[in-house]
């Protein structure tokens, strides 16, 4: 099981709009529709952002989005806020009940 | 509301073990099954484990196989996570999180437990 690639940094103005791709394989991301995106602020536990890659909880602003492409899921952050900025991991199911992460991405508003 | 409280801090030699609890509340814990992940100093997070809490069944990451026990007591709505013969390596936080699918799982970490530090050192 070796991690999903994820760019190890993004940076945007406020205002802007960003992307974060999660490349997996054909074992992962590709055969399933069970990818999930965590944001997580320094000392703090992560809290999830999209599930079922483009699902968003209750609560989470609109601003976020996810999507997928073959064995590439995304998460697009519209409108860049101050308080965007924090490291992103994506999540993956890989089937016999296992799961792998993204090695994550720190995004920085400039 | 929902929510996973962890066991405090622990210091740990290199070859023992360490057993972190995860105690839920606000919900039917026999409803959603309970991820452990880990995430190294600095480092990202790194899914560990998956226990069904209704019939203790359980599925590890290969890296751990042999080495992690993931076990629940029902009756006090607790999951716990069992780690041996540890090395400097395992030095992390280790999360307790819901996978809020209910009944099923796919992957929606959600809640996450507020982390246990465990550091293994001489």
């Known amino acids: 099981q070796s991690a999903l690639t994820q760019p190890a940094s993004v940076s945007g103005s406020p205002g802007q709009s960003i992307t974060i791709s999660c490349t997996g394989t054909?074992?992962?991301?590709?055969?399933?529709?069970?990818v999930s995106w965590y944001q997580q602020h320094p000392g703090k536990a992560p809290k999830l952002m999209i599930y079922?890659?483009?699902k968003r909880p209750s609560g989470v602003s609109i601003r976020f989005s996810g999507s997928k492409s073959g064995n590439t899921a995304s998460l697009t952050i519209s409108g860049l806020q101050a308080e965007d900025e924090a490291d992103y991991y994506c999540c993956s199911y890989a089937g016999s009940s296992t799961w792998v992460f993204g090695g994550g991405t720190k995004l920085t508003v400039l | 509301q929902v929510q996973l409280v962890q066991s405090g801090a622990e210091v740990k030699k290199p070859g023992a073990s360490v057993k972190v609890s995860c105690k839920a509340s606000g919900y039917t814990f026999t409803s959603y099954y309970m991820h452990w992940v880990r995430q190294a100093p600095g480092q990202g997070l790194e899914w560990m484990g998956i226990i069904n809490p209704t019939g203790g069944s359980t599925s590890y990451a290969q890296k751990f196989q042999g080495r992690v026990t993931m076990t629940r007591d029902t009756s006090t709505s607790t999951v716990y996570m069992d780690l041996s013969s540890l090395r400097s390596d395992d030095t992390a936080v280790y999360y307790c999180a819901r996978d809020s699918a209910g009944g099923t799982y796919h992957g929606q970490f959600d809640p996450w437990g507020q982390g246990t530090l465990v550091t293994v050192s001489s």
């Open positions: 054909s074992s992962d991301v590709g055969s399933y529709n069970f």
């Open positions: 079922e890659g483009s």
